[in-house]
């Protein structure tokens, strides 16, 4: 049994994207400190090498190891690689994962015969600040033994009103609240849903559902032309059964599409529900007949295996 | 932000407001020359006098100096005037319609209305600045009630009150929309104690409201009681100008917001909270085109979970605004929503982003077209970067405020010397700086202090306590001491990082003009403080908080005390002792000691806070205050 894996494009390029502020600090919302989420390849889900570096915390690769899923999957190949160099250097001040390339450019495949199990191990990046804001601190109170020792909480100081310390609170949390990425508060991810025809536009709150389902049932009430009859319980296209697919997308039914973090348009449903709150960055329902272009090019190889 | 020019600090109670009400007394006991004021109808007779006119050679005079006196709007000049003689008095105290409290124990509310009669504009401030940092226990005092009374008798034609740092109540509140059939104009600034009922009250009560204006105020909402005042207003149409909410911690009824909006020609300005989002900021925009201040609201789509409707062309809302001059709001932004500002930008005389995190770049999308800004708050999410953006555009600011997203002490921060000094160099007009940092050299202070003279406020906060110059591991002392020494026109300092003794001297040797002065964990002994009191003899508030300042330093001040507004030294080193030494010194003197966290007779002074009353100690204090005498 072989799955496919949902193409992208041959040019992964990873590097530190500053341009786009941060946008990789989402991800911390969705991850309390300390908590272990792993991440299992199953075989209903599609994963690009890209979408998974992401997700990886650098200073955690090291203790990645390759496991051996309770599925089958020995035979599976899996475009994903570890980069060559093993465990990175610090995870990059707004961004965390995949800012580092210690591997050339990766090209879609890497050889890997095992599967990964992805433990994501996000400690909380202000645990490491504030070890080195308190050795400072200490180094600035050598400087002047008569003043009295700093305490950790001053009352009133720095003389900021409550009122206002009051409204930066939440938004305070993160160390790197400078960067912090344009469209968003702590806990809201707004994004447009366009559908083909249709002279409207909306606008949706990602965060308001928990599941695709949540999602489908939200978008059929919007647009009542968009029906989800061909689609599965979970409310999400059934890559795995080619047939089912391919009819899906020949037909003139409406299928949801969305545009990612990199710009690139994908097949609503190909990732975990997390990730693809983290990197949707605007939906578009289309016929399917025209999304029949943004078939993951591993159909083909989907075919080509088989 | 209150008003379009630079606040500065500009309340000062002359020191001869102290003996002119002496003679207040000499005046009222001897009653040989009374006699009417000629000429004016005056709207109620007050508690004046009235007896038969006497004819005196002088008459004619007299009208033409009661008239004269009308002219008069500064109470600074109107102080001086009223100790020119006992007519000079009576007429200045008949012809006074703006009353300026600037504290509200300074003095009981009948002597106030004993010798006012005829006043139609009351502003009252109550708690001192350091109230607002926790540092004083919550129940101290400041409540507007008896005032409320008082006020309400006496001037039933009142049409404006302003009160800052007070306590209100909704029953107060009820009070003065029961009691001031003219009703015109509310503004509370920092103000706590009442909530949507009391609004409801007001304006419903009030037909001829024209201004609302609730400014860094604590309302929020208890859900029992919470009530839709905007619906309360008159159906008709309304005279309102201004309306400012931004503080209001409570949804509020849009469309009843809207219908008002609609209903109210004359509105110019208007501050929305952050329960209003942007669609609906559109359509307000869309009936109140003519708005020359705007508080925008959260600025983004906040309704959580609902969906929006095809987005409109903000853009064109805001380009519609011919005169919109002064922006702020941005509570909780969405900066994809930032270009629908650029088309006011260049017209812009003030903005305020102090709420919004907008990161370098796009604060430099907006800031490039504010070539004519004078008023800029913001939070230091911008970086240095974002600075010298500001300094490359906005040549004609007057006042900048950089606040901090992350207020806890640290070594490195988002803005250093190196914005600063690029402010210096492009700003050279600047007159208010405050000014939030985790690093500040003393020559990025020195270079300000020589490219913008015009200084009035100087205030830098060094967040990390106790600072040194992190290039020359020096004392700030030189950089605050070139500020006093180079920007003749400073009336307020406030000044932070590492400091001793000779900052202070040099305070006390060239901040002549020095009003305000706040101190906080600075100085090394009492003469630091010495050469403050005895240096400075226009100094007014000076707040102390954590500094080596003990009992010598306190009695080197007796000589001016009377003249100031207040004094507030905490966590210093002070003993009841002394004070209660100052106390039987300076009878008019009221010396609060409060001890938060210690017993009620420690001899150690926790909290100084003293102030002079004409009236004695008050008779609201809690247990934790103790008034010495």
């Not at chain 1, 599609?46 to 089958?72: C, V």
């Not at chain 1, 995870?91 to 450019?105: D, N």
């Not at chain 2, 989002?277 to 508080?295: D, E, F, I, V």
Request: aromatic fraction near 8%.
């Amino acid at each position: 049994m072989t799955y496919a894996c949902s193409h992208k494009h041959n040019n992964i390029i990873i590097e530190e994207d500053t341009t786009k502020g941060g946008s990789y600090s989402h991800k911390e919302k969705h991850f309390q400190r300390g908590e272990t989420k792993t991440v299992h390849l199953f075989p209903f889900y599609i994963y690009s090498a890209a979408k998974l570096r992401q997700f990886i915390d650098k200073p955690k690769m090291a203790t990645m190891m390759a496991k051996e899923h309770g599925l089958n999957l020995k035979e599976t190949e899996l475009c994903l690689g570890l980069p060559g160099g093993g465990g990175g250097g610090g995870g990059g001040g707004g961004g965390g994962a995949s800012e580092q390339v210690e591997t050339p450019r990766a090209t879609g495949k890497r050889g890997f015969s095992e599967t990964v199990d992805l433990k994501l191990n996000l400690q909380a990046k202000e645990d490491l600040n504030d070890n080195l804001k308190n050795v400072s601190k200490e180094k600035t109170l050598l400087k002047d033994p008569a003043k009295p020792p700093a305490k950790a909480q001053v009352v009133g100081w720095p003389p900021v009103r409550s009122y206002r310390k009051n409204m930066m609170a939440p938004k305070a949390s993160t160390e790197d609240v400078a960067e912090k990425t344009t469209s968003s508060t702590a806990s809201a991810a707004f994004v447009k849903v366009s559908m083909d025809g249709a002279p409207y536009l909306r606008k949706v709150d990602l965060t308001m559902y928990k599941s695709y389902k949540d999602l489908s049932d939200a978008l059929a009430k919007m647009f009542s032309s968009f029906t989800m009859g061909n689609y599965g319980a979970q409310g999400m296209i059934d890559f795995m059964n080619e047939s089912k697919l391919m009819d899906l997308l020949n037909s003139s039914e409406y299928v949801p599409t969305y545009e990612d973090k990199d710009g690139d348009w994908m097949l609503v449903g190909d990732v975990p529900w997390e990730m693809f709150v983290e990197s949707c960055k605007r939906l578009r329902i289309m016929k399917g007949s025209e999304a029949i272009g943004l078939a993951p090019r591993a159909m083909e190889k989907c075919k080509s295996r088989s | 932000m209150r008003e379009n020019h630079p606040s500065t600090n500009s309340e000062d109670d002359h020191r001869s407001s102290l003996l002119d009400l002496a003679r207040a007394e000499i005046t009222e006991s001897s009653n040989s020359k009374s006699r009417t004021c000629g000429g004016f109808p005056g709207p109620g007779s007050g508690s004046g006098p009235s007896e038969p006119q006497a004819p005196f050679p002088d008459q004619v005079l007299e009208n033409v100096l009661e008239n004269v006196l009308h002219f008069l709007s500064s109470r600074r000049d109107r102080n001086a005037a009223s100790l020119v003689c006992r007519s000079w008095y009576r007429a200045e105290a008949l012809t006074r319609s703006e009353l300026f409290i600037g504290n509200c124990y300074a003095l009981s509310p009948t002597r106030v209305t004993a010798r006012f009669t005829r006043v139609n504009s009351v502003t009252v401030k109550g708690k001192p600045r350091f109230a607002d940092f926790d540092l004083m226990p919550p129940n101290w005092g400041a409540h507007f009630a008896p005032w409320a009374s008082a006020l309400a008798q006496a001037y039933p034609w009142l049409e404006k009150l302003h009160l800052k740092r007070m306590i209100v109540t909704d029953a107060d509140l009820a009070l003065v929309a029961d009691s001031f059939s003219g009703f015109r104009e509310l503004i509370l600034v920092c103000c706590d104690g009442f909530g949507t009922p009391g609004l409801a009250a007001v304006a419903g009560k009030c037909r001829l409201l024209r201004v609302l204006e609730l400014v860094e105020s604590v309302v929020e909402a208890e859900d029992d009681e919470e009530v839709d005042w905007i619906s309360c207003f008159p159906e008709s149409q309304t005279n309102m100008e201004s309306l400012v909410f931004d503080c209001v911690e409570c949804p509020i009824n849009f469309q009843a917001l809207e219908s008002l909006v609609a209903r109210s020609p004359r509105l110019k300005k208007l501050r929305l909270n952050g329960f209003v989002s942007m669609a609906q900021l559109y359509r307000l925009l869309h009936r109140a085109p003519q708005l020359t201040h705007l508080g925008t609201g959260s600025f983004s789509a906040t309704e959580a979970g609902a969906v929006v409707d095809q987005e409109p062309d903000y853009a064109a809302a805001f380009e519609a605004c011919k005169s919109l001059v002064c922006l702020s709001g941005f509570r909780e932004i969405w900066a994809d929503y930032l270009p629908a500002i650029y088309p006011v930008c260049a017209n812009l005389t003030s903005l305020n982003l102090s709420y919004a995190h907008v990161n370098a770049d796009q604060l430099k999308s907006v800031i490039r077209h504010c070539h004519k800004l004078q008023i800029f708050w913001v939070l230091d999410s911008i970086r240095d970067e974002g600075l010298q953006a500001v300094a490359a555009t906005c040549k004609d600011l007057r006042e900048l405020r950089v606040f901090p997203v992350d207020a806890r002490e640290g070594t490195d921060g988002p803005v250093s010397e190196v914005g600063f000094e690029a402010i210096s160099q492009g700003c050279r007009k600047l007159e208010s700086i405050l000014f939030f940092c985790q690093r500040m050299t003393n020559a990025a202070v020195v270079a300000m202090s020589k490219n913008c003279p015009d200084l009035v406020v100087f205030r830098l906060c060094i967040i990390g306590r106790y600072r040194p110059d992190p290039v020359t591991q020096e004392p700030m002392d030189e950089g605050f001491g070139a500020i006093v020494m180079n920007c003749k026109k400073l009336t307020r300092l406030a000044v932070s990082g590492l400091l001793t003794d000779r900052a202070f001297e040099y305070i006390g040797r060239y901040g002549k003009l020095v009003r305000t002065l706040s101190v906080a964990f600075a100085g090394d002994t009492d003469t630091g403080l010495k050469y403050v009191l005895e240096g400075c003899p226009n100094l007014q508030k000076l707040e102390i908080r954590d500094s080596p300042f003990g009992d010598g330093a306190l009695r080197s001040g007796l000589h001016h005390y009377y003249n100031m507004r207040f004094l507030w030294m905490s966590t210093c080193k002070l003993t009841r002792q002394a004070c209660q030494e100052v106390a039987q010194a300076l009878p008019n003197m009221v010396l609060e000691v409060i001890n938060v966290n210690s017993e009620e007779n420690a001899g150690d002074v926790e909290i100084l806070y003293m102030y002079r009353s004409l009236d004695g100690p008050r008779d609201d204090a809690p247990r934790i205050v103790t008034i010495l005498h």
